[in-house]
């Protein structure tokens, strides 16, 4: 079965840190960009952060730039996105997914998984 499975969110205190990883089975994320991109409530999607298929290109929105890490084990087949330097404004569902080209967000036909919950506050 060809599934993206996220994990790893959670609720964390301003400056604390998350990993989430995101695993894929049926297919190798080598043969495609890895992205991650987030839903807050009332917010626009918003595009965090993608890798290259071949993980030597990697790019960051603004926001997170710094305190962002995206990063992909070919041999686990996932891709984990360190979260340091939390902030409240990080608060949201992550969503990874794939594309065919290097972005950071979705395609057109991406099919809406659970994400994972990242909420940051004290």
């Known amino acids: 079965q060809v599934q993206l499975v996220e994990s790893g969110g959670g609720l964390v205190q301003p400056g604390g840190s998350l990993r989430l990883s995101c695993a894929a089975s049926g297919f190798s994320l080598d043969d495609y960009a890895v992205l991650w991109f987030r839903q807050a409530p009332g917010k626009e999607r918003e595009g965090v952060s993608c890798v290259s298929s071949s993980g030597r290109t990697t790019l960051y929105a603004d926001s997170v730039k710094g305190r962002f890490t995206i990063s992909k084990d070919s041999a686990k087949n996932t891709v984990y996105l360190q979260m340091n330097s939390l902030k409240p404004g990080d608060t949201a569902v992550y969503y990874c997914?794939?594309?065919?080209?290097?972005?950071?967000?979705?395609?057109?036909?991406?099919?809406w998984g659970q994400g994972t919950q990242v909420t940051v506050s004290s």
């Open positions: 997914s794939t594309n065919s080209r290097l972005t950071m967000f979705p395609p057109a036909n991406f099919k």
